[in-house]
Each structure stands twice: as structure tokens, then as C-alpha cells.
């Protein structure tokens, strides 16, 4: 008898400390990775229209597609720093033609992106603005970007968001449209530091939140937006659900739902 109840007071302050170390209930936003999407069906290939398309299908929060310039100044939407070998900064878009995604679609612009995203208002679309060679193509690269959105009837918070690894960057956002959420994405600069100019959110790898656990306080302290990435692992999926981030930005994204379901964190 005496064992029984020792095992049951041993459960019954495991459940207790589970309780008390369980987040509350709080909605977690799920952004595909560079649009990223494991599927062979839909013939992927990452920053393609067709990512984003399957996002806005499955209803995903955001779609993260990266942006930069050719040297006739186009805005492509492109994760490397070079296409198909070529630099692009150090080429035309009519160079970059010739070349092809891995699913047959043409190198996209930042126009037809943004076509294919005024077809839904249900996926945000994170717009990554990648560090250039020179302030002077930072610069040019940030108000391409606004125009643009402008030009699809996109310019809305509820629409878009910004974030970016280089300050400059960041710090022009946080000047020109400070109403957008605007995430750092560097993973070395503290929320109090970021905050001073402006910045109002944070895009950091798990790693760093692994080290700076109080970051996310100090985030949280000035009603910064935290989005983690790229979290693809169940583990650290779990861990960054429990540290409480507003967005996981993943390769995974159905199986982060699949995890989220079924607890008390709501998809928004």
C-alpha cells in the first residue's frame, strides 16, 4: 500500500511540474521555408511559384521567398547568390534566361510573385530582402521591394512582413514602413539592442534561442514578434513549441502541424 501511494504522489507531482512548465495557450504560426515543399507531385522546387501556391493551398500562416537584384536591377526572387553557377548580381535577367528551376519555371521576379500572391489573403508572404554588395544596392533592393508590393495592392501588414540578415536593411524598413512586422534575421544582436532603432521582431535559428534563453523574455518585454528558424527535427520542433516562439519557420511544415493539432496551440 505503501508503495502504491508513494508511486501515485511520485505522478501526481510529475503531472504538477509538467503543468507548471507547459506553455500557455498560444498560437503558433507555421511559414514554409523559402516555400519550401517535400513533394514530388507537386514538382518542387523552392522560391517557385508553385511553392507558394501549394502554401496558399494548405492554408499555411506565411510562404518565405528570398529576393535580390540582377545587374540591370530586376528583382528576382532566388536563395543563392548565385543561379545555375552565374552570380546574379553580376548578371542581366535575360542572361539568367536561359537557365531554368528544377521544376521547368523560368527564374521568377519579384512581379510574378507577387501575382501569384494577390491570389490569396490567407498566406502572409515573407519577403526575405537579401544583404547586397554595396549600402547603395541594399538600398535600391529595399525600395524595389516596397514599390513593388505597392504595385499589387500588397502593401498591408496583414499581407506581408520583412526580414532580412543585413541591418542596414532592417533599419531602413523600420524607418520607411515601421507599421510591417520586421525581423532581424543576424542571430547576434539582443531584442534590447534591435528595438532602440526600430526593429520589431526577431528570425533567429534555434541554436541562438538555445543560447540566449533570455532573449525571448527581452523580446516578449517589447512585444517583438519571435520566429525561429529553420526547424525541421520533431525534437527541436518540440522545443521551440515550448519556448513559446509565435513562428517556426520549417522544410516540415504538415508535420509541424501535425504536432501542433490535438494540444492547445491553435494554428492562426
Known amino acids: 500500500m505503501k508503495k502504491i501511494i508513494c508511486k501515485m504522489l511520485v505522478v501526481a507531482a510529475a503531472v504538477a511540474m509538467a503543468s507548471a512548465c507547459a506553455?500557455?495557450?498560444h498560437k503558433i504560426q507555421i511559414t514554409a521555408h523559402r516555400g519550401f515543399w517535400k513533394c514530388e507531385?507537386?514538382?518542387f522546387a523552392e522560391n517557385s511559384i508553385k511553392s507558394l501556391a501549394l502554401a496558399q493551398e494548405h492554408g499555411l500562416w506565411g510562404s518565405e521567398f528570398d529576393i535580390r537584384l540582377t545587374s540591370d536591377s530586376i528583382v528576382v526572387v532566388n536563395h543563392n547568390e548565385d543561379f545555375h553557377g552565374l552570380v546574379v548580381i553580376d548578371h542581366t535577367y535575360a542572361e539568367l534566361q536561359e537557365f531554368k528551376l528544377?521544376?521547368?519555371?523560368k527564374l521568377p521576379t519579384l512581379d510574378d510573385y507577387l501575382t501569384q500572391g494577390e491570389k490569396s489573403d490567407k498566406t502572409v508572404l515573407v519577403v526575405e530582402l537579401k544583404p547586397m554588395k554595396s549600402q547603395e544596392l541594399d538600398e535600391?533592393?529595399?525600395q524595389k521591394t516596397l514599390a513593388a508590393l505597392k504595385a499589387h495592392n500588397l502593401y498591408d501588414p496583414k499581407r506581408a512582413i520583412f526580414i532580412s540578415f543585413s541591418k542596414y536593411i532592417s533599419d531602413r524598413i523600420a524607418e520607411l514602413a515601421p507599421e510591417f512586422?520586421?525581423?532581424y534575421l543576424g542571430g547576434e544582436i539582443a531584442p534590447d539592442d534591435l528595438v532602440k532603432d526600430g526593429i520589431n521582431g526577431i528570425d533567429y535559428h534555434f541554436s541562438v534561442f538555445d543560447k540566449n534563453p533570455g532573449w525571448i523574455e527581452q523580446a516578449r518585454a517589447h512585444d517583438m514578434s519571435?520566429?525561429?528558424?529553420?526547424v525541421n527535427d520533431s525534437t527541436d520542433i518540440q522545443r521551440m513549441i515550448d519556448f513559446g516562439v509565435d513562428c517556426i519557420t520549417t522544410n516540415e511544415p504538415l508535420r509541424v502541424r501535425g504536432m501542433l493539432d490535438g494540444n492547445?496551440?491553435?494554428?492562426?
Open 41 to 43: 507531385e507537386a514538382q
Open 226 to 230: 519571435i520566429n525561429v528558424w529553420t
Open 264 to 268: 492547445e496551440f491553435v494554428i492562426k
Open 23 to 25: 506553455p500557455k495557450a
Open 181 to 183: 512586422t520586421n525581423q
Open 140 to 142: 535600391l533592393l529595399t
Open 102 to 105: 528544377e521544376n521547368g519555371e
